[in-house]
């Protein structure tokens, strides 16, 4: 069997989609199916090529036995709509025009959505490679596009909207990552195959039995200190401002830290209003390379997955959850609906909060906080959970027999 991975984001990029789509990758590898990816020169979420990539049209290099082919993409750090259509569409010219000639011919094409404008490069490619379309869908995009307020021209949310809809009818198969994606496609489209992929952990790397770490130390950080951290994009959906509001609430606790690690379109807001709130328990620290996420990890008391409150992240699940999990780390968990049900309800891994509400995010903190031994308990709660029903081992064995079948 040959596959064929396009997607704008991979390794040595960091990022939900990246560490996703490399793991499934090198496992349908070792079930013998023959991997090649088409992506772009790695430049998220900083917005700059990397160094070693600027400058070039094309690369071919070679990860873990995997051809990795990375076409040029433009870049810029505009927020603004047309610099973003300009960098999306940059890379469906690119990869098509590198995909025709340097891509094989292959069994199937899976395209990463979003960007969703990729699946024009996608269609065209499928053609001509003689592939069946796998079209995976990780965000339901227009639809979030619009309701995050990212997008408000009409003409741009029809056209969109129509491009998803013939993006779905021309697939072999449609992969959502989590079950809410899943039944709104199937409730749209009863007539498509969707398959739910999930997104999981590589529990030997995240093994909190194996991983030591001076990571608190070399920060400052004392033994007594309660370390809640946000580890991700610091974007418009995780309004993260609640963040800042319950450093504000819990000053009076001077050991309660929280950390936000990552880079994003919010940062230099974020970092502006802890200026202007004068918060000294409130600590920015840079993306890090995934290989120091354990050290990271292992270091911190609880770790904090919020998401804005609207009815479109009910079907969500952040992939932060399953390496918090996997550390044995309790979560905060300010998502409702699928996640709440699966690892607070189901997976007894932390304590649920209202989305956007500081007050009652300070509320379950405070608790973790003052009950260190049900913390504790709950963090053990969650690598059970995880090894039972999010092992990325056997995610991709079952999806490579569920292709082999369908073949």
């Given at each position: 069997?040959?596959?064929?991975?396009?997607?704008?984001?991979f390794?040595?990029?960091?990022?939900?989609?990246?560490?996703?789509?490399?793991?499934?990758?090198v496992?349908?590898?070792?079930?013998?199916?023959?991997?090649?990816?088409?992506?772009?020169?790695?430049?998220?979420?900083?917005?700059?090529?990397h160094?070693?990539?600027?400058?070039?049209?094309?690369?071919?290099?070679?990860?873990?036995?995997?051809?990795?082919?990375?076409?040029?993409?433009?870049?810029?750090?505009s927020?603004?709509?047309?610099?973003?259509l300009?960098n999306?569409?940059?890379?469906?010219?690119?990869?098509?025009?590198?995909?025709?000639?340097?891509?094989?011919?292959?069994?199937?094409?899976?395209c990463?959505?979003?960007?969703?404008f990729?699946g024009i490069?996608?269609?065209?490619?499928?053609?001509?490679?003689?592939?069946?379309?796998?079209?995976?869908?990780?965000?339901?995009?227009?639809?979030?596009?619009?309701?995050?307020?990212?997008?408000?021209?009409?003409?741009?949310?029809?056209?969109?909207?129509r491009?998803?809809?013939?993006?779905?009818?021309?697939?072999?198969?449609?992969?959502?990552?989590?079950?809410?994606?899943?039944?709104?496609?199937?409730?749209?489209?009863?007539?498509?195959?969707v398959y739910?992929?999930?997104?999981?952990?590589?529990?030997?790397?995240?093994?909190?039995?194996?991983?030591?770490?001076?990571?608190?130390?070399e920060?400052?950080f004392?033994?007594a200190?309660?370390?809640?951290?946000?580890?991700g994009?610091?974007?418009?959906?995780?309004?993260?401002?609640?963040?800042?509001?319950?450093?504000?609430?819990?000053?009076?606790y001077?050991?309660?830290?929280?950390?936000?690690?990552?880079?994003?379109?919010?940062?230099?807001?974020?970092?502006a209003?802890?200026?202007?709130?004068?918060?000294?328990n409130?600590?920015?620290?840079?993306?890090?390379p995934?290989?120091?996420?354990?050290?990271?990890l292992?270091?911190?008391?609880?770790s904090?997955?919020?998401?804005?409150?609207i009815?479109?992240?009910?079907?969500?699940?952040?992939?932060?959850?399953?390496e918090?999990?996997?550390?044995?780390?309790?979560l905060?968990?300010?998502?409702?609906?699928?996640?709440k049900?699966?690892?607070?309800?189901?997976?007894?891994?932390?304590?649920?909060?209202?989305?956007?509400?500081?007050?009652?995010?300070?509320k379950?903190?405070?608790?973790?906080?003052?009950?260190?031994?049900?913390?504790?308990?709950?963090?053990?709660?969650?690598?059970?959970?995880?090894?039972?029903?999010?092992?990325?081992?056997?995610?991709?064995?079952?999806?490579?027999?569920?292709?082999?079948?369908?073949?």
């Open positions: 069997m040959k596959l064929i991975i396009l997607t704008q984001y390794p040595p990029e960091v990022g939900a989609p990246q560490n996703r789509l490399y793991e499934i990758a496992r349908l590898q070792r079930q013998g199916v023959e991997v090649e990816v088409l992506t772009a020169m790695p430049n998220y979420p900083s917005m700059e090529i160094k070693e990539y600027k400058g070039k049209w094309y690369v071919k290099e070679d990860m873990n036995g995997m051809p990795i082919h990375r076409a040029w993409i433009w870049v810029g750090k927020k603004s709509i047309l610099p973003r300009l999306y569409f940059s890379f469906v010219f690119t990869s098509m025009w590198i995909g025709c000639f340097k891509l094989s011919k292959a069994d199937y094409l899976l990463e959505s979003p960007p969703l990729l490069s996608a269609l065209v490619l499928k053609r001509i490679k003689k592939a069946k379309l796998i079209f995976n869908v990780a965000d339901l995009w227009p639809e979030s596009a619009e309701k995050l307020g990212l997008i408000t021209n009409k003409f741009l949310l029809r056209t969109t909207t491009l998803e809809e013939h993006l779905y009818k021309s697939s072999a198969l449609i992969v959502g990552q989590a079950m809410g994606i899943v039944k709104n496609i199937q409730d749209r489209f009863p007539s498509k195959t739910w992929l999930p997104n999981g952990v590589d529990l030997s790397f995240y093994n909190p039995e194996k991983v030591n770490t001076l990571w608190r130390e920060n400052g004392s033994p200190d309660f370390i809640i951290l946000y580890a994009i610091i974007g418009h959906a995780q309004a993260l401002e609640l963040v800042l509001k319950a450093a504000g609430l819990t000053k009076a001077p050991s309660v830290k929280w950390v936000l690690l990552g880079s994003g379109p919010e940062k230099e807001k974020l970092l209003m802890q200026k202007e709130m004068q918060l000294d409130v600590y920015f620290y840079p993306p890090v995934k290989l120091r996420m354990p050290e990271i292992k270091a911190i008391d609880a904090l997955v919020p998401l804005k409150k009815d479109l992240f009910l079907g969500i699940i952040p992939s932060k959850v399953f918090a999990m996997a550390m044995k780390k309790p905060l968990l300010g998502v409702e609906g699928e996640s049900e699966l690892f607070i309800e189901q997976g007894q891994a932390g304590l649920a909060f209202i989305p956007e509400d500081a007050v009652d995010l300070v379950n903190a405070l608790h973790l906080y003052n009950n260190r031994i049900e913390a504790e308990k709950l963090g053990d709660n969650g690598r059970n959970y995880v090894e039972v029903n999010f092992n990325r081992d056997i995610i991709a064995e079952k999806f490579y027999n569920f292709l082999r079948n369908e073949k």
